[in-house]
């Protein structure tokens, strides 16, 4: 019997610690969870379709590398885009590269610094941020709304 009044008193001990730190994990998502992403473009100028193409993977290439000496979090291509056009103006031919990459990164202040450095390097830059509550607090506060 002593036994069985210590595990229930255990129990009794734990179950209250466990809900808090539930509760509290609860709570910690229920807080604005932040996405920023940024937009990068440019335009390029070649003498052939394979050299715009190699132009445009270089500049790909120098936003990873660059972001990757900041040691960003999260630094995730989400899409890239481009378009090459050949130009025959007045007796001479050219080719002109319209280019994009999309990237998603967590930290607003990592993605403004990355902004700025890409600017630096006569980017166009975009950033757009994102706010928002995830489905957990949504279910949460519709419950407290009923009562």
């Known amino acids: 019997m002593r036994y069985f009044l210590a595990a ?3 129990l009794l001990l734990a179950i209250p610690a466990y809900a808090e ?3 509290g994990n609860i709570a910690a998502k229920c807080l604005m969870q932040e996405q920023v992403s940024i937009s990068v473009n ?3 100028s070649a003498d052939s379709f394979t050299q715009a193409k190699a132009k445009y993977d270089e500049k790909i290439q120098s936003v990873t590398e660059f972001a990757k000496k900041q040691n960003i979090k999260k630094f995730e291509l989400q899409s890239l885009n481009y378009n090459i056009n ?3 103006n007045n007796g001479s031919s050219g080719y002109q590269l319209n280019g994009s990459a999309n990237y998603q990164i967590d930290v607003a202040d990592e993605a403004f610094k990355l902004a700025e450095f890409l ?3 006569k980017f166009n830059v975009s950033v757009n941020g994102n706010s928002y509550k995830n489905g957990i ?3 949460m506060n519709n419950a407290e709304n009923r009562d």
């Open 8 to 10: 229930i008193s255990i």
């Open 86 to 88: 050949s130009n025959y």
């Open 137 to 139: 607090c949504a279910n």
């Open 119 to 121: 600017t630096q390097q």
């Open 42 to 44: 440019f335009n390029l």
């Open 21 to 23: 730190k539930t509760v």
